[in-house]
C-alpha cells in the first residue's frame, strides 16, 4: 500500500520539495483538460524546448542520423523536432495516466494486434511484455496494469519526493514495482504466479553489466537479462509499445507475435534479437522512441566516444 497525497505531503514538507510538488500540482491540473488541448501544448512546448535545449538536442540528432543514416538532414530534422514534440506531450499527458479514472483510460486507449496477448493469457503462459523505452511508456504500463496483475521494474529516482510519487501512482491499480538491479527471487516467484512483467531493458547498462548487440547495425551495450528472467519464468516474451495517437485522439498499445526460440542460451544472441523486435516496434512511430537517451555511451574497447 503506498502512502496517500497527505501522507507524503507531511513526509516531505521542505522548501527543497517544493518544486516537485508544483510540477505534480500542474500536472494535475492539466489533467482536468481533454487530450487533444494537452497535446496542442506539447506541441508548444516540445518546439520551445528544441529550440532551447542544445545538448539534448545534440544526442537526438546524433542518434538519428546513426541510426537512419539514409535520411537526409531535413527528414532529420524533421524525426528530432516530432521527437521534441512528443516528448513534451508525452510529460505533459502524464497526469491523465496518474490521476484518470479507469473509465478514462480505457475510452483513450486502443489496441492493436490485441488477439496476441489475449490467446498468451487464454493459453495460461507466463508473460513478460518486452516494453521498450517509447515515450507512452507511461500510460501503458498503467493500463495494462488494470488487465492483468502486473510486475515492473524500475531505478529509483534521485529526488526521494519524485520516487515517492512515481512508486504511488504506477501501482495505483496493484501493480508491484521491483528495483532494477539482480533479478530477485520474488519477482521470479510472481512471473510464475500468473503476473505479467512489464520491462524496459533497452537502455545502456555500462561496461560491466551488458554484452554487446547490434542495434540498428551499431555496437551497443545492451542488458542480457531478459534472455534470463524468460529461462527462469519460463515466459513468452512478447513485443509491445505504447504510441501516441495524432491529435490528441488517445493511445494504442501495439502487441508483436512473441520472440521464437528464445531464449537460445547464448546472451549475444539473445540480446541481438531483442535489439530487433525493438527496431521493428519503432517504425511504427520514429519518432517516439526515446532517441534523447544517450544510448550508445558505452563504446566498445577501442571505439571512439560517440557523443563529442
Not at 252 to 264: G, K
Not at 287 to 302: D, N
Amino acid at each position: 500500500m503506498q502512502p496517500s497525497p497527505t501522507a507524503l505531503l507531511k513526509q516531505f514538507p521542505g522548501a527543497r520539495f517544493w518544486p516537485v510538488w508544483l510540477m505534480a500540482g500542474l500536472l494535475k491540473l492539466l489533467s482536468w483538460l481533454p487530450l487533444p488541448a494537452i497535446y496542442g501544448l506539447g506541441r508548444i512546448a516540445g518546439d520551445i524546448a528544441y529550440c532551447l535545449h542544445h545538448p539534448r538536442r545534440k544526442i537526438v540528432w546524433r542518434n538519428l542520423s546513426a541510426c537512419f543514416p539514409n535520411k537526409n538532414k531535413a527528414q532529420i530534422r524533421a524525426l528530432a523536432r516530432g521527437h521534441f514534440r512528443i516528448l513534451m506531450i508525452a510529460v505533459l499527458a502524464s497526469g491523465v495516466s496518474w490521476w484518470g479514472g479507469k473509465t478514462r483510460l480505457r475510452r483513450l486507449v486502443r489496441f492493436r494486434n490485441r488477439e496476441i496477448y489475449d490467446q498468451a493469457r487464454a493459453r495460461g503462459e507466463n508473460i513478460i511484455l518486452l516494453a521498450p523505452h517509447f515515450v507512452g511508456l507511461e500510460h501503458g504500463g498503467i493500463c495494462l496494469s488494470m488487465m492483468a496483475p502486473t510486475v515492473s521494474m524500475y531505478r529509483p529516482n534521485k529526488n526521494p519526493l519524485m520516487d515517492a510519487l512515481i512508486k504511488r501512482y504506477r501501482s495505483r491499480f496493484g501493480g508491484v514495482q521491483y528495483v532494477r538491479g539482480s533479478v530477485p527471487g520474488a519477482l521470479i516467484k510472481s512471473i510464475r504466479g500468473g503476473c505479467q512483467f512489464y520491462y524496459l531493458p533497452d537502455q545502456d547498462p555500462g561496461r560491466n553489466k551488458g554484452v554487446f548487440a547490434p542495434f540498428y547495425s551499431l555496437p551497443a551495450a545492451t542488458f542480457a537479462t531478459l534472455g534470463r528472467i524468460a529461462r527462469m519464468s519460463d515466459a513468452q516474451v512478447i513485443p509491445c509499445m505504447t504510441r501516441i495517437l495524432p491529435r490528441g485522439l488517445g493511445f494504442e498499445i501495439i502487441f508483436e507475435q512473441p520472440l521464437a526460440d528464445y531464449p537460445s542460451g547464448d546472451p549475444v544472441l539473445d540480446a541481438t534479437t531483442m535489439n530487433r523486435a525493438i527496431e521493428t516496434l519503432i517504425e511504427y512511430a520514429p519518432a517516439q522512441y526515446f532517441w534523447s537517451h544517450r544510448r550508445f555511451k558505452t563504446r566498445a574497447e577501442g571505439e571512439p566516444p560517440f557523443y563529442r
